[in-house]
């Protein structure tokens, strides 16, 4: 049984690193990040990458405790994840592939509610599932200031 769960363990780990790692091989030149008029407190482009693996990595954490739970609202739980999952795939497309600022704003804006609802869900599954989300829920505030700014200069 131990060696199922690790092998669940590493699948829902892999499946967000994987979809940002697609999301950034279909977005294109994403060095289009230096070249943009950003403004204060826009971190080095180097930090995105080690930002992002752990973000995904706490994502497939999370969703591996509510995949193994017997709540009544695992499916729907799963659901909201794998939904918002997607909304943050395509969000670099628009705005690095496509350089669609306020597209991608709106898009991203929609994302922090999905990303919000998704923490509802977790959180109706397991508290702990929920809470490893939080850093994420704060990085793509963070990340709606900067796409609105750069919106506004660019």
Request: aromatic content about 20%.
């Amino acid at each position: 049984m131990k060696q199922k769960n690790d092998t669940i363990l590493i699948i829902s780990i892999l499946i967000p690193i994987s979809t940002g790692v697609l999301s950034a091989f279909f977005s294109g030149d994403m060095s289009v990040y230096s070249r943009l008029c950003k403004p204060a407190f826009s971190p080095p482009a180097i930090l995105f990458p080690l930002v992002w693996i752990i973000l995904y990595a706490l994502m497939g954490l999370s969703s591996y405790i509510v995949y193994l739970s017997d709540s009544p609202h695992k499916k729907k739980a799963l659901q909201v994840y794998l939904l918002q999952l997607l909304f943050n795939f395509f969000w670099s497309i628009i705005f690095f592939g496509f350089s669609l600022y306020f597209i991608a704003f709106i898009w991203l804006l929609a994302l922090l509610v999905l990303v919000a609802a998704m923490i509802w869900q977790f959180y109706m599954v397991g508290p702990p599932a929920a809470y490893l989300q939080l850093p994420y829920l704060v990085w793509c505030l963070y990340s709606a200031y900067l796409n609105f700014c750069m919106f506004r200069l660019n």
